[in-house]
T-cell receptor
């Protein structure tokens, strides 16, 4: 059973550096979501793709954040000029696109900013 | 951003007891209400979900009760086991917005 895969699992970087995370969704899922989760909180929506089109972005997604899903399969989330406040778990989820479908999550990438 | 309020923050239950977690939502457009279970270092895993056309859904030891008029829903874990110790999140979404809104989570500890 191939679930949602995220890489790397952990990323430690210095403030000001750029980082990129990858998400491979469940193969037949054409919707892909990115969330951010800080300690003791629930996941917060960042952005969502239907195939390769980015259809929605949260106000949480500052100009330093960019997400792509070039061929409608895997997705990348890049954070430029990282700040201390970017330290969090970044979660990816995928779902089918018929109506309201369950979202299946990966195990996330934990980002720590030194 | 929070449109789903979850309580309690933490819960301690004896093995074999019933765990009850409550959530309330504001947006009447929400029409899908899942519960997720999360273990440390792992992503949230879908446990059970309900749509507002039914008032209760049961899967094994897990039951969702839904009260549309009160805009509340709850998770009941029957015969709680130590392996159920995890953080539980309620969530809500609608067909018109694809951003799922999560509660702040309930940390459940089941004592042997």
């Amino acid at each position: 059973d191939t679930g949602v895969s995220q890489n790397p699992r952990h990323k430690i970087t210095k403030r000001g550096q750029n980082v990129t995370f990858r998400c491979d969704p469940i193969s037949e899922h054409n919707r892909l979501y990115w969330y951010r989760q800080t300690l003791g909180q629930g996941p917060e929506f960042l952005t969502y793709f239907q195939n390769e089109a980015q259809l929605e972005k949260s106000r949480l997604l500052s100009d330093r954040f960019s997400a792509e899903r070039p061929k409608g399969s895997f997705s990348t989330l890049e954070i430029q000029r990282t700040e201390q406040g970017d330290s969090a778990m970044y979660l990816c989820a995928s779902s089918l696109s018929r109506g309201n479908q369950p979202q299946h999550f990966g195990d996330g990438t934990r980002l720590s900013i030194l | 951003q929070q449109q789903v309020k979850q309580s309690p923050q933490s819960l301690i239950v004896q093995k074999g007891g019933i765990s009850i977690i409550n959530c309330a939502y504001e947006n009447t457009a929400f029409d899908y209400f899942p519960w997720y279970q999360q273990f440390p270092g792992k992503g949230p895993a879908l446990l059970i979900a309900i749509r507002p056309d039914v008032s209760e859904k049961k899967e094994g030891r897990f039951t969702i009760s839904f009260n549309k008029s009160a805009k509340q829903f709850s998770l009941h874990i029957m015969d709680s086991q130590p392996g159920d110790s995890a953080t539980y999140f309620c969530a809500a979404s609608s067909m018109f917005n694809n951003d799922m809104r999560f509660g702040a989570g309930t940390r459940l500890t089941v004592k042997p």
